[in-house]
């Protein structure tokens, strides 16, 4: 039983990953209902760091060529110069993140704070698709920008529920950014925000853990979720080619409200 469930959060985890829906949510509320992995506390960590590194592989994959650019091709002035703005706001982000962990905070246990972020995300997607209606996204990326998708990822860290990808992207729509500009650098920036976060929860579960750990499901979790995730990322920059994201908001809403009844009902906690 143990391998079926981690084949079904590894497929959660790589849709919802990278789409503007929030897979805390999705994922909590599948380990509402799916039965228990037989897992420590430590293992189940470790288990949510392996899926999460699953997808972060797909977008690597997704965007070989950018990627490539970016590590070869770093003297031309256009790709420095982007360079430059995905390393300042992953600066951001850390700094941020480094910051609000002296303070002492930490994220909430509980499934309520997790589905009122899902629910209220909802009506901000479709908040902000109601204000960009009539403006003329640009394909432009200037440093206020850059500035921004570092602030939204912290509030994704410190909400969870919000979705790092949705925060980022909205945000970003709001101040002009086209859809697919905002995609993108949402998306390659995530590389190095989510490995980086991953390798510290990895190192510090092997730490409390040590190397006993269920290897072979955490392989399986790891494929699976990297190829579901190739998919659903290239089903996605196509996708907004020609739509916005007003269904994602109406989604997120139900999957919001699903969750609170399922809080309320004393059927999650």
Partial sequence: MDWLVVV?????EGITEFLPISSTGHLLMAQAFLPSLDFSA??????????????VLAVMVVFYDRCRELLVDWKKPEVRDYLFKLVG?????????????????????????????????????????????????KDFLPWHIVIAFGVAQLIAAVFPGASRSGTTILLALAMGCS???????????????????????????LREGGTEQPWGL???GLV?????????VKWLLKFVQSHNFIGFGWYRIFIGGLILGFVWGGMVK
């Fill in 179 to 205: 859809r697919k500009t905002a995609v993108e650098f949402s998306f390659i920036l995530g590389i190095p925000t989510l490995i980086s976060a991953g390798g510290l929860e990895f190192v510090g579960c």
């Fill in 89 to 137: 706001a992953f600066v951001i982000t850390g700094v941020g993140g480094i910051a609000l962990k002296k303070l002492g905070m930490r994220l909430p246990d509980e499934a309520a704070p997790v589905a009122w972020a899902t629910f209220i995300g909802g009506f901000v997607i479709l908040g902000v698709e109601y204000g960009v209606r009539n403006k003329k996204l």
């Fill in 42 to 55: 430590t293992q189940l960590e470790m288990f949510n760091v392996v899926i999460q590194s699953g997808a």
């Fill in 218 to 220: 955490l392989a399986v």
């Fill in 8 to 12: 079904i959060l590894g497929i959660i």
């Fill in 224 to 232: 699976v979720s990297a190829l579901t995730a190739f998919v659903a």
